[in-house]
């Protein structure tokens, strides 16, 4: 339970790290702590081994020492993520690599989240726009936060695995123990750090009330005495056990403590981190580019969906009304072909054909050569009793006793097996109703209905009619007294 409300605390504390600002709310010097970072990065101690260089000449079995700004520079730059476009202008400009490799940083303790960008013109809802007056005066690109913790995500040592990489402060010193120098990448390194800041704090911190974490933030502790204490944690994890370069007396008498942190005044503290008048004026000039720029795409784009809905409400009252459609280039050619092409196709609520014809597709059977020269509707009479049936009891007992093609010209058939055994028969051989298997067929005052002889359960047809489930429409389309009947296949 106590490992639990620790986690959750952690995580809490973690959350309330990151900066949050409004969309086009600049980042100061002060939401950096640019005055930390510089010392960090503009420290001379060349004691960090850096993996990504060859050995010294002359000492093939010691490796090359850098100090912390190439190390961490270069193992942004050997990141499989890092474009090669990044990669190139790094190269070319070490000012715009430092900048970059300071808001990597953030990044990579988890002060600056994935909700951030960079780019004015970026369009996203997800991301907030934020200009970085401080670090974009050698190059404006800094890319996005999500870009670069994938960059930083990827950074890892040559031999070193995604299932061995450690996790903990403990597998750090205990790599390093064992003489594997460097114990892991420097941008792991910081991700150990940042997630066990508890315990980074009591074993480094001592009585002080803060954890590493707070080294980022802006407190009353000078800024210098903040990055020694960060650069000593990084050599302590990242080196073999051996003297700390970043000792201080206090570290020297403390042994396994950070060197001692210097308490400002609260003038003192006003007097670091200035933004000069410059990074003023670009912060304004860049936050009303982005306002314009989102006001400008919202007027894009709600004149977009204007004019979406405006054709799809002509292209609805189109298809309400199919008559005055516009004639393709063959129905103007042949008037007869565009009546009979309106009443086999119907239009969906876009007013586009719901079926495409096919260029050798069967023309549709007229109705009027398989029924009697009479259009006078019938009314069915059945051959076992004068009594008059619903429709639904004729459907069932045509379906249950009468062959429709039974060849017979006896008079007590019924009047409905006549009539179906005429519409087969105009059929040509061969058609999909005489090679199907035999269909029964029943012909009703108002509907048509084609079907094999089923026990199956009743389906609902045409609303409060019911029949077998199981009915097989054979003809691709059937105007029959208004109902148009649709073939399934």
Request: proline share 7%; aromatic share 8%.
């Amino acid at each position: 339970m106590a490992t639990q409300k620790a986690n959750n605390s952690s995580f809490a504390r973690r959350k309330a790290f990151a900066i949050k600002h409004q969309e086009a709310e600049p980042l100061i010097r002060r939401d950096l702590q640019y005055d930390f970072l510089h010392h960090i990065f503009a420290a001379q101690e060349r004691v960090f081994t850096d993996p990504t260089l060859s050995p010294s000449k002359g000492d093939a079995s010691s490796p090359s020492t850098v100090t912390f700004r190439d190390l961490y520079v270069h193992a942004l730059m050997n990141s499989p993520r890092c474009s090669r476009a990044l990669r190139e202008k790094m190269q070319e400009t070490p000012a715009f690599a430092t900048d970059f490799a300071k808001m990597s940083l953030l990044a990579n303790v988890g002060r600056v989240n994935t909700t951030m960008t960079f780019l004015p013109e970026m369009r996203t809802a997800l991301r907030t726009y934020h200009p970085v007056p401080s670090l974009q005066k050698a190059d404006a690109n800094l890319q996005d936060a999500p870009r670069i913790k994938n960059i930083l995500k990827a950074c890892s040592l040559k031999d070193e695995a995604t299932t061995n990489m450690p996790v903990t402060p403990a597998e750090l010193r205990a790599r390093a123990a064992t003489g594997v120098v460097p114990s892991t990448s420097i941008v792991n390194l910081l991700f150990v750090l940042s997630n066990h800041f508890t315990t980074v704090a009591h074993d480094h911190f001592g009585p002080l009330d803060i954890d590493f974490l707070d080294l980022f933030l802006p407190i009353r502790i000078s800024s210098l005495s903040r990055a020694r204490a960060f650069l000593w944690l990084a050599f302590h994890y990242h080196e073999a056990p051996s003297a700390n370069p970043f000792d201080d007396e206090h570290a020297r008498q403390n042994v396994g403590l950070i060197p001692g942190l210097d308490v400002l005044s609260e003038e003192e503290f006003e007097q670091e981190n200035v933004d000069p008048e410059d990074e003023r004026d670009y912060a304004t000039k860049m936050t009303k580019l982005r306002m314009e720029f989102l006001a400008k795409n919202a007027q894009t784009t709600e004149g977009n969906n204007s004019k979406d809905r405006k054709g799809v409400t002509k292209l609805k009252a189109r298809a309400s009304s199919p008559g005055k459609s516009v004639l393709t280039k063959r129905e103007r050619s042949d008037p007869d072909s565009s009546v009979e092409e309106s009443n086999a196709e119907e239009i969906d609520h876009l007013g586009r054909p719901s079926q495409r014809r096919r260029p050798n597709a069967p023309k549709p059977i007229e109705i009027s050569h398989a029924l009697s020269e009479s259009s006078t509707p019938r009314t069915f009479i059945g051959h076992s009793n004068g009594s008059h049936r619903s429709i639904l009891q004729q459907a069932w007992h045509v379906v249950t006793t009468v062959d429709a093609f039974f060849d017979s010209d006896e008079e007590d058939v019924d009047e409905p097996a006549r009539h179906a055994y005429g519409m087969a028969s105009a059929l040509p051989r061969g058609s999909p109703l005489t090679s199907d298997v035999p269909l029964q067929q029943c012909v009703s005052r108002y509907l048509l209905i084609f079907t094999r002889a089923s026990t199956l359960p009743l389906a609902p047809v045409s609303g409060s009619e019911r029949a077998p489930v199981n009915i097989a429409i054979a003809f691709p389309t059937l105007p029959f007294f208004g109902v148009h009947i649709h073939s399934s296949r």
